[in-house]
């Protein structure tokens, strides 16, 4: 494989790594119906605003969100919202292995 190549898959290692985390992936649903406050993702992950706040330094440095500060509130928003479609592809992916899995077991 050529260094090009093995650049390119690792940066899309980084993207899916940024998003394997149940919390992470929470803020970026919550993300696809519109801009938020972090004080708005804190209460949907539900935990505190230090861990949220590096669960989304995590998906802005991967580049799957924006942020913008607003006085002294920092807004998220979904840098590429196309990101929606890799998800309705791993629901595809899990309704299949359950399909799978109840053929194996019916």
């Known amino acids: ?3 090009k190549t093995r650049n390119h898959l690792s940066a899309r ?3 899916l790594k940024a998003l394997a985390h149940p919390a992470r992936l929470a803020a970026v649903d919550e993300l696809a119906k519109g801009e938020r406050c972090v004080c708005e993702l804190q209460q ?3 935990s505190d ?3 949220v706040s590096r669960h989304l330094a995590i998906l802005r440095e991967a580049g799957v969100v924006t942020d913008d500060k607003r006085g ?3 807004f998220y928003s979904l840098r590429v919202p196309c990101i ?3 998800f309705s592809c791993v629901e595809s992916v899990l309704q299949a292995s359950a399909e799978q899995s109840a053929q194996v077991l019916g």
Do not use: P
């Open 72 to 74: 002294n509130q920092v």
């Open 1 to 3: 494989m050529d260094t």
């Open 13 to 15: 290692a980084r993207v």
């Open 49 to 51: 605003m230090s861990t």
């Open 84 to 86: 929606l479609n890799f």
């Open 44 to 46: 949907i992950i539900g």
